[in-house]
Protein backbone atom coordinates (compact mmCIF):
# COMPACT_ATOMS: atom_id res chain seq x y z
CA UNK A 1 0.00 0.00 0.00
CA UNK A 2 1.24 3.26 -1.11
CA UNK A 3 -0.31 6.50 1.37
CA UNK A 4 -0.41 9.99 -0.41
CA UNK A 5 -0.73 13.06 0.94
CA UNK A 6 -0.97 16.39 -0.38
CA UNK A 7 1.68 19.68 -0.08
CA UNK A 8 3.38 22.14 -1.80
CA UNK A 9 6.73 23.05 -3.02
CA UNK A 10 7.85 27.23 -3.72
CA UNK A 11 9.26 28.74 -6.40
CA UNK A 12 9.11 32.37 -5.38
CA UNK A 13 5.36 33.30 -5.11
CA UNK A 14 4.68 30.18 -6.91
CA UNK A 15 3.27 27.45 -5.25
CA UNK A 16 3.68 23.91 -6.98
CA UNK A 17 1.73 20.71 -5.93
CA UNK A 18 3.93 18.09 -4.93
CA UNK A 19 2.32 14.27 -3.83
CA UNK A 20 4.57 12.71 -0.47
CA UNK A 21 4.19 8.76 -1.35
CA UNK A 22 5.07 6.55 1.61
CA UNK A 23 5.50 2.93 1.38
CA UNK A 24 6.71 -0.06 3.59
CA UNK A 25 8.27 -2.64 2.18
CA UNK A 26 9.93 -5.94 3.79
CA UNK A 27 13.39 -5.72 4.62
CA UNK A 28 15.98 -4.51 6.62
CA UNK A 29 14.73 -0.76 8.68
CA UNK A 30 15.67 1.88 6.56
CA UNK A 31 14.47 5.37 6.35
CA UNK A 32 15.05 6.47 3.19
CA UNK A 33 13.90 9.86 1.44
CA UNK A 34 14.01 11.17 -2.82
CA UNK A 35 12.40 13.59 -4.91
CA UNK A 36 15.90 16.20 -5.16
CA UNK A 37 15.12 17.36 -1.18
CA UNK A 38 17.56 20.05 0.09
CA UNK A 39 18.97 19.45 3.80
CA UNK A 40 16.11 20.59 5.63
CA UNK A 41 13.64 18.10 3.74
CA UNK A 42 16.40 15.18 4.39
CA UNK A 43 16.62 16.00 8.17
CA UNK A 44 12.95 15.54 8.30
CA UNK A 45 13.50 11.93 9.13
CA UNK A 46 14.51 12.76 12.30
CA UNK A 47 11.94 15.09 13.33
CA UNK A 48 9.32 12.75 12.23
CA UNK A 49 10.67 9.88 14.09
CA UNK A 50 10.73 11.88 17.16
CA UNK A 51 7.33 13.44 17.01
CA UNK A 52 6.18 9.79 16.30
CA UNK A 53 7.89 8.35 19.16
CA UNK A 54 6.51 11.12 21.41
CA UNK A 55 3.42 9.96 20.57
CA UNK A 56 4.25 6.66 22.63
CA UNK A 57 5.08 5.11 19.13
CA UNK A 58 7.53 3.21 17.11
CA UNK A 59 8.78 2.83 13.37
CA UNK A 60 7.79 -0.61 11.69
CA UNK A 61 10.68 -2.64 11.43
CA UNK A 62 10.78 -2.43 7.35
CA UNK A 63 11.98 -0.33 4.98
CA UNK A 64 10.46 3.19 4.84
CA UNK A 65 10.39 4.98 1.67
CA UNK A 66 9.54 8.57 1.09
CA UNK A 67 9.15 9.64 -3.01
CA UNK A 68 8.19 13.81 -3.13
CA UNK A 69 6.86 13.74 -6.65
CA UNK A 70 7.67 15.09 -9.05
CA UNK A 71 10.84 13.86 -8.41
CA UNK A 72 12.68 16.26 -11.12
CA UNK A 73 11.41 19.24 -9.13
CA UNK A 74 13.56 21.25 -6.15
CA UNK A 75 12.14 20.61 -2.85
CA UNK A 76 13.13 22.88 0.18
CA UNK A 77 12.05 24.04 3.74
CA UNK A 78 11.03 22.12 6.61
CA UNK A 79 7.00 22.28 6.02
CA UNK A 80 7.51 18.72 4.16
CA UNK A 81 7.84 17.93 8.51
CA UNK A 82 4.13 17.25 8.36
CA UNK A 83 2.81 15.32 5.60
CA UNK A 84 5.60 13.09 5.71
CA UNK A 85 4.35 12.07 9.11
CA UNK A 86 0.50 11.75 7.88
CA UNK A 87 1.58 10.22 4.89
CA UNK A 88 3.82 7.63 7.03
CA UNK A 89 1.17 6.88 9.82
CA UNK A 90 -1.77 6.61 6.77
CA UNK A 91 0.97 3.92 5.60
CA UNK A 92 0.68 2.08 9.14
CA UNK A 93 -3.00 2.37 8.97
CA UNK A 94 -3.23 4.81 12.05
CA UNK A 95 -4.74 7.59 9.81
CA UNK A 96 -7.63 7.17 7.13
CA UNK A 97 -5.58 8.04 4.07
CA UNK A 98 -8.81 9.01 1.68
CA UNK A 99 -9.78 11.75 4.62
CA UNK A 100 -6.11 12.98 3.79
CA UNK A 101 -6.91 13.20 0.71
CA UNK A 102 -8.90 16.35 0.90
CA UNK A 103 -6.45 18.59 1.88
CA UNK A 104 -2.91 20.11 1.72
CA UNK A 105 -0.71 19.92 4.57
CA UNK A 106 2.38 22.38 5.55
CA UNK A 107 4.01 22.34 9.00
CA UNK A 108 7.15 21.59 10.62
CA UNK A 109 7.94 19.34 13.53
CA UNK A 110 9.38 19.38 16.81
CA UNK A 111 11.15 16.53 18.51
CA UNK A 112 8.39 16.82 21.16
CA UNK A 113 5.08 16.65 18.31
CA UNK A 114 4.47 20.12 18.24
CA UNK A 115 3.53 22.24 15.01
CA UNK A 116 6.22 25.07 14.30
CA UNK A 117 4.99 27.51 12.16
CA UNK A 118 6.80 27.15 8.42
CA UNK A 119 7.26 30.20 5.69
CA UNK A 120 4.66 30.27 2.94
CA UNK A 121 1.13 29.21 4.87
CA UNK A 122 -1.00 32.24 2.61
CA UNK A 123 0.18 30.77 -0.50
CA UNK A 124 -0.48 27.31 0.69
CA UNK A 125 -3.86 28.31 1.53
CA UNK A 126 -4.34 29.93 -1.83
CA UNK A 127 -3.12 27.07 -3.74
CA UNK A 128 -5.77 24.86 -1.93
CA UNK A 129 -8.28 27.07 -2.36
CA UNK A 130 -7.86 27.00 -5.81
CA UNK A 131 -7.93 23.15 -5.65
CA UNK A 132 -11.03 22.77 -3.98
CA UNK A 133 -9.03 21.23 -1.21
CA UNK A 134 -8.69 21.98 2.50
CA UNK A 135 -5.70 22.97 4.15
CA UNK A 136 -4.10 21.33 6.98
CA UNK A 137 -1.19 23.73 9.11
CA UNK A 138 -0.09 24.96 12.70
CA UNK A 139 -2.23 26.51 14.87
CA UNK A 140 0.06 29.60 15.22
CA UNK A 141 -0.51 30.10 11.34
CA UNK A 142 -4.11 29.48 10.90
CA UNK A 143 -5.47 33.19 11.06
CA UNK A 144 -2.45 33.92 8.17
CA UNK A 145 -4.08 30.57 6.38
CA UNK A 146 -8.17 32.07 6.78
CA UNK A 147 -7.06 35.27 4.88
CA UNK A 148 -7.52 32.80 1.80
CA UNK A 149 -11.05 32.77 1.92
CA UNK A 150 -13.71 30.51 2.08
CA UNK A 151 -11.92 27.21 2.39
CA UNK A 152 -11.44 24.74 5.45
CA UNK A 153 -8.59 25.13 7.92
CA UNK A 154 -7.82 23.05 10.28
CA UNK A 155 -4.68 24.80 12.05
CA UNK A 156 -3.48 22.43 15.03
CA UNK A 157 -1.15 22.61 18.03
CA UNK A 158 0.82 19.19 17.78
CA UNK A 159 0.34 16.19 15.82
CA UNK A 160 -2.00 14.35 18.29
CA UNK A 161 -4.36 17.05 18.45
CA UNK A 162 -4.70 17.02 15.00
CA UNK A 163 -4.89 13.40 15.06
CA UNK A 164 -7.57 13.29 17.57
CA UNK A 165 -9.48 16.09 15.13
CA UNK A 166 -9.13 13.28 12.08
CA UNK A 167 -10.81 10.54 14.18
CA UNK A 168 -13.42 12.72 15.22
CA UNK A 169 -12.84 12.22 18.68
CA UNK A 170 -11.64 16.25 19.40
CA UNK A 171 -12.41 18.75 17.03
CA UNK A 172 -10.29 21.74 16.49
CA UNK A 173 -12.05 25.25 16.40
CA UNK A 174 -12.17 26.84 12.86
CA UNK A 175 -9.67 29.50 12.60
CA UNK A 176 -10.76 33.38 12.40
CA UNK A 177 -8.73 35.58 9.85
CA UNK A 178 -6.49 38.25 11.58
CA UNK A 179 -6.24 41.36 11.81
CA UNK A 180 -5.01 43.42 8.45
CA UNK A 181 -3.04 46.96 9.64
CA UNK A 182 -3.27 49.07 6.75
CA UNK A 183 -0.31 51.33 6.89
CA UNK A 184 -0.22 55.17 5.56
CA UNK A 185 3.47 56.39 6.74
CA UNK A 186 4.45 56.54 3.30
CA UNK A 187 4.15 56.24 -0.33
CA UNK A 188 1.67 53.52 -2.16
CA UNK A 189 1.50 52.20 -5.58
CA UNK A 190 -1.71 52.71 -5.68
CA UNK A 191 -0.95 56.26 -5.70
CA UNK A 192 0.79 55.82 -8.99
CA UNK A 193 -1.43 56.37 -11.85
CA UNK A 194 -0.77 54.27 -14.86
CA UNK A 195 2.63 52.80 -16.09
CA UNK A 196 1.87 49.01 -15.18
CA UNK A 197 5.01 47.80 -16.69
CA UNK A 198 7.14 49.97 -14.44
CA UNK A 199 5.07 48.31 -11.17
CA UNK A 200 5.43 45.01 -12.48
CA UNK A 201 8.96 45.27 -12.46
CA UNK A 202 9.32 46.12 -9.02
CA UNK A 203 6.95 43.46 -7.65
CA UNK A 204 8.80 41.13 -9.27
CA UNK A 205 12.12 43.08 -7.78
CA UNK A 206 10.96 42.46 -4.37
CA UNK A 207 9.76 39.04 -5.06
CA UNK A 208 12.50 37.37 -5.92
CA UNK A 209 14.89 39.73 -4.40
CA UNK A 210 16.78 40.95 -7.98
CA UNK A 211 18.82 43.61 -9.05
CA UNK A 212 16.56 46.82 -10.97
CA UNK A 213 17.55 49.89 -12.68
CA UNK A 214 15.36 52.30 -13.16
CA UNK A 215 16.69 55.05 -16.04
CA UNK A 216 14.15 58.30 -16.43
CA UNK A 217 13.65 61.85 -15.54
CA UNK A 218 14.09 63.71 -12.34
CA UNK A 219 10.41 63.04 -11.34
CA UNK A 220 8.07 62.21 -8.73
CA UNK A 221 6.95 59.03 -9.92
CA UNK A 222 10.07 57.35 -10.02
CA UNK A 223 11.15 57.57 -6.12
CA UNK A 224 7.29 56.54 -5.73
CA UNK A 225 7.38 53.77 -7.72
CA UNK A 226 10.59 52.83 -5.75
CA UNK A 227 9.64 53.70 -2.01
CA UNK A 228 5.89 52.49 -2.50
CA UNK A 229 6.70 48.71 -3.11
CA UNK A 230 3.58 46.66 -0.71
CA UNK A 231 3.37 42.31 -1.87
CA UNK A 232 1.23 41.08 0.76
CA UNK A 233 2.36 37.59 -0.39
CA UNK A 234 6.16 38.64 0.62
CA UNK A 235 6.11 38.63 4.13
CA UNK A 236 4.55 35.16 4.30
CA UNK A 237 7.10 33.41 1.76
CA UNK A 238 9.89 34.49 3.94
CA UNK A 239 8.17 33.71 6.80
CA UNK A 240 6.70 36.51 8.21
CA UNK A 241 2.81 37.15 8.80
CA UNK A 242 1.23 38.22 5.56
CA UNK A 243 -1.11 40.89 4.99
CA UNK A 244 1.39 43.61 6.78
CA UNK A 245 2.83 46.07 4.44
CA UNK A 246 6.64 45.95 4.39
CA UNK A 247 8.70 47.84 6.09
CA UNK A 248 10.04 51.18 5.10
CA UNK A 249 12.63 53.30 6.51
CA UNK A 250 14.57 55.66 4.87
CA UNK A 251 18.28 57.03 5.76
CA UNK A 252 20.58 59.52 4.56
CA UNK A 253 24.27 58.49 4.65
CA UNK A 254 25.97 61.27 3.45
CA UNK A 255 28.02 61.63 0.10
CA UNK A 256 28.36 58.81 -1.84
CA UNK A 257 29.49 58.17 -5.18
CA UNK A 258 26.70 56.49 -7.48
CA UNK A 259 26.09 53.30 -8.44
CA UNK A 260 27.59 52.75 -12.37
CA UNK A 261 30.10 55.08 -11.92
CA UNK A 262 29.90 59.19 -12.37
CA UNK A 263 31.90 62.23 -11.17
CA UNK A 264 33.87 62.49 -7.95
CA UNK A 265 32.14 66.14 -7.45
CA UNK A 266 29.00 64.31 -7.67
CA UNK A 267 26.65 63.45 -4.55
CA UNK A 268 24.52 60.78 -3.87
CA UNK A 269 21.38 60.20 -1.67
CA UNK A 270 21.31 56.33 -0.31
CA UNK A 271 17.95 55.15 0.69
CA UNK A 272 17.19 51.95 2.13
CA UNK A 273 13.52 49.40 2.48
CA UNK A 274 13.16 46.49 3.40
CA UNK A 275 10.12 44.50 1.83
CA UNK A 276 9.51 40.75 2.59
CA UNK A 277 12.62 40.35 4.83
CA UNK A 278 15.05 41.64 1.78
CA UNK A 279 16.68 45.29 1.85
CA UNK A 280 16.76 47.26 -1.12
CA UNK A 281 19.48 49.85 -1.39
CA UNK A 282 18.98 53.12 -3.62
CA UNK A 283 21.64 55.46 -5.03
CA UNK A 284 20.07 58.86 -6.79
CA UNK A 285 22.20 60.95 -8.52
CA UNK A 286 21.74 63.73 -11.79
CA UNK A 287 23.52 62.90 -14.49
CA UNK A 288 23.34 65.64 -17.00
CA UNK A 289 19.28 65.78 -17.53
CA UNK A 290 18.53 62.36 -16.28
CA UNK A 291 18.05 60.34 -13.06
CA UNK A 292 19.26 56.93 -12.48
CA UNK A 293 18.14 54.74 -9.17
CA UNK A 294 19.81 51.41 -8.72
CA UNK A 295 18.68 49.24 -6.92
CA UNK A 296 20.53 46.34 -5.17
CA UNK A 297 18.24 42.92 -3.71
CA UNK A 298 20.02 41.31 -0.72
Given at each position: ?????????????????????V???????A?????L????????????????????????????????S?????????????????????????????????Y?????????????????????????????R????????????????????????????????????????????????????????????????A?????????????????????????C????????????????????????????????????????G????????????H????????????????????
Open positions: MVAIVSTLAYLGLEARAVEVQQLIPGLPFNLVGADKAVGESRERVRGAIAAMGLSLPPKRIAVNLPADLPKEGSHFDLPIALALLAAMGLVDAAALERVVVGELGLDGRLAPSPGVLLAALHAGAAGGLICPAAQGSEAAWAGRIEVIAAPDLIALLNHLKGRQLLAAPRPGEVIERRDGPDLRQVRGQESKRALEVAAAGAHNLLIIGKPVWGNERTEAIRVDNCPSAFGRSAGQTGRLFRRQEGARAPAGGGGSQSAVEQSSEVGGSFGFWRSTLETKQRWACRGG
